[in-house]
Antibody
């Protein structure tokens, strides 16, 4: 069965960096585009970034452009989100989300909490 | 600034029918926005319900349906059950900016 497991969350000082990972299994990872979505405590969902199946095309929300970097390693069936210059407003649960045929969103990872705090 | 708007909250009686809408301040929502709908219950990851405005996943209950009506994306729940109490989010694609935006979510109460 399809599984997406997010890891790498935790408490990080503002201004520092961290990398989130999303490991896929149960499907051909290289055949799917992938998204990152986040949710601040008590708030709604916010789309963060998308990467094409081959890793060439990447797009970002305006709120994270220039600080976040999405990437993938299809040989390891893993999606990444590099978060740089962490801010208090980046505190959120980060989810990965698989998309079939560009617009058919289906499976979500369980999410990982990132807390920006000194 | 592009904004996607949903009703903040709705209440429906068990067995009733409720309609949730999703609009964009850029104009009428069409199939080119590839509307998707998601359900989220407290403490859980979201679950995908509808994609491409009208298409259901294999796990989407038959009582859920998506459509486009009057320039809006619409999620209709018919024969609502207590288990449908959740927050529902729509997601739209904005081709010009190559970005996706969620609506603020609709908290559905079954009472």
């Amino acid at each position: 069965q399809v599984q997406l497991v997010v890891s790498g969350g935790g408490v990080v000082q503002p201004g520092r960096s961290l990398r989130l990972s999303c490991a896929g299994s149960g499907f051909t990872f290289s055949g799917y585009a992938m998204h990152w979505v986040r949710q601040a405590p008590g708030k709604g969902l916010e789309w963060v970034a998308v990467i094409s199946s081959d890793g060439i095309h990447k797009y970002y929300a305006n709120s994270v452009k220039g600080r976040f970097a999405i990437s993938r390693d299809n040989s390891k069936s893993t999606l990444y989100l590099q978060v740089n210059s962490l801010r208090a407003e980046d505190t959120a649960v980060y989810y990965c989300l698989r998309v079939d045929d560009t617009t058919h969103f289906d499976y979500w990872g369980q999410g990982a909490l990132v807390t920006a705090s000194s | 600034q592009t904004v996607v708007t949903q009703e903040p909250s709705l209440t429906v009686s068990p067995g009733g029918t409720v309609t949730l809408t999703c609009t964009a301040n850029t104009g009428a929502v069409s199939s080119n926005y590839y509307p998707s709908w998601f359900q989220q219950k407290p403490g859980q990851a979201p679950r995908s319900l509808i994609y491409g405005a009208t298409n259901k996943h294999s796990w989407t209950p038959a009582r859920f349906s998506g459509s486009l009506l009057g320039g809006k994306a619409v999620l209709t729940l018919s024969g609502v059950q207590p288990d449908d109490e959740a927050v529902y989010y729509c997601l739209l694609f904005f081709d010009g900016a190559q970005l996706w935006l969620f609506g603020g979510g609709t908290r559905l109460t079954v009472l």
